[in-house]
C-alpha cells in the first residue's frame, strides 16, 4: 500500500512540476500601440458616385437608373450617418470642370465629385437645395 501511494505521489509531483516550467514564460518585448488609428472607410474617398450609375441609362429595364441612383445615395448617406460626417446630397448635377472657361465664366466647378463655388479667397463647398453638400459630376 505504501508503495502505490508514493507512487501515486511522486507521478503527481512530475506532472506538477512540469505544468509549473511550461507555464513560466519569459516577459515579452513592449510593443507600443499605433500612433493614431486607422481612418474608417470612405466610399466617395477618389468618387462621389462610386456605384457608377451612368451604365444602366440605356438598360433595356427603365428603372434600374433611379434604383441605382437610390441605392448609391441611400448607401453614401448612411456611411456619412455612421461616421458623424455631413451627408451628401441625394441628386448629382453636371458642372463644368475646374479650369474650363465655363467654370471661370459661371463660377461653379465640379472638383472631385463635388460642387464647389468660387470665392474671392478661394473655393467654398455647395449645399443641395435637398440637404446635405451637393454631388456633381463633370470634374
Excluded at 481612418?39 to 440605356?58: G, H, I, V
Excluded at 474671392?120 to 453638400?133: F, H, I, L, R, Y
Aim: proline share 10%; glycine share 8%; with cysteine.
Amino acid at each position: 500500500m505504501r508503495r502505490w501511494l508514493l507512487l501515486i505521489l511522486l507521478t503527481q509531483m512530475a506532472v506538477a512540476s512540469a505544468q509549473t516550467v511550461h507555464s513560466y514564460r519569459p516577459p515579452q518585448k513592449y510593443k507600443a500601440p499605433p500612433q493614431r488609428p486607422l481612418q474608417p472607410y470612405n466610399a466617395m474617398a477618389k468618387d462621389t458616385t462610386p456605384f457608377n450609375c451612368e451604365q444602366y441609362r440605356l438598360h433595356p429595364h427603365p428603372g434600374m437608373q433611379p434604383f441605382c441612383e437610390n441605392t448609391e445615395s441611400r448607401t453614401l448617406q448612411d456611411e456619412a450617418r455612421r461616421q458623424g460626417r455631413p451627408g451628401p446630397s441625394s441628386d448629382v448635377i453636371d458642372l463644368p470642370a475646374m479650369g474650363s472657361a465655363a467654370a471661370i465664366r459661371t463660377g461653379l466647378a465640379c472638383i472631385g465629385g463635388q460642387a464647389m463655388r468660387k470665392l474671392a479667397n478661394g473655393w467654398e463647398q455647395v449645399s443641395s437645395p435637398n440637404g446635405g453638400w451637393q454631388r456633381c459630376r463633370g470634374g
